[in-house]
């Protein structure tokens, strides 16, 4: 059974610094990686997909790494401005018992820019 | 991306009767759309795939005769809570693989339901 655990939980930093969150999974029989960020209240916003074959990728200040052999991911956030704060999930997509694919979400992390 | 938008945004109902909550692919034609939960500080948890023209396909420990799901076209799945209880109360999105983009999945903005 496929397990997504980020850290840290919650993070909180001033505006204008770099930062990185972390995901890490048990399974490495994944298609792709996604992130996302979710606004209180609200849905997911899709922030960037790694497909399996890949390392990284990147959409303006956003940068996302995937190590498929050790099962982590990072996000990286630079120059952080306090619209960035959002809880950020990182999931997983694979194959469930049922044959049909699925993603497997992390437990998210909360982060707060303080201006 | 895929653009997805649910009806409606919230609702609050009293507790045994049954719920209705529709998840529509406005820009393109989703053969899969995906049913999650999200309780209060928690992730999500996929409870059922629903496929186009077939019977969704639900996750253990969710019941299929309490949580219907619909998927009568490319455009449109819908998720009726049953003889709802105040414990099915949560935040209820649905999201689509869209095929044009390696399956990245694109989510609704989600319904709020309240069981009183």
């Known amino acids: 059974k496929q397990e997504v655990t980020q850290i840290p939980a919650a993070l909180s930093v001033p505006e204008g610094e770099n930062l990185v969150l972390n995901c890490s999974f048990t399974?490495?029989?994944?298609?792709?990686l996604q992130w996302f960020r979710q606004d209180p209240g609200k849905g997911l916003t899709s922030l960037l997909l790694?497909?399996?074959?890949?390392r990284e990728q990147t959409s303006g200040r956003l940068n996302a790494s995937l190590d498929k052999s050790s099962g982590r991911s990072t996000l990286y956030i630079a120059a952080s401005q306090p619209g960035d704060s959002a809880t950020y999930l990182c999931a997983v997509q694979s194959i469930s018992n049922f044959g049909n694919e699925k993603l497997t979400f992390g437990t998210g992390t909360r982060l707060t820019i303080i201006p | 991306g895929a653009v997805v938008s649910q009806h409606p945004s919230w609702v609050i109902c009293k507790s045994g009767t049954s719920v209705k909550i529709e998840c529509r692919s406005l820009?393109?034609?989703?053969?899969?759309m995906f049913w999650y939960r999200q309780f209060p500080k928690q992730s999500l948890m996929l409870m059922a795939t629903?496929?186009?023209?077939?019977?969704?396909?639900?996750e253990q420990g969710v019941e299929k005769d309490k949580f219907l799901i619909n998927h009568a076209s490319l455009t449109l799945s819908t998720l009726t809570v049953t003889s709802a209880h105040p414990e099915d109360s949560s935040f209820y999105i649905c999201?689509?693989?869209?095929?044009?983009?390696?399956?990245?999945?694109?989510f609704g903005p989600g319904t709020r339901l309240t069981v009183l």
């Open positions: 820009d393109f034609q989703a053969t899969t």
């Open positions: 399974d490495s029989a994944i298609y792709n």
């Open positions: 790694i497909q399996s074959s890949q």
């Open positions: 999201s689509v693989a869209d095929e044009r983009a390696y399956n990245e999945q694109f």
């Open positions: 629903s496929n186009e023209g077939s019977k969704a396909t639900y």
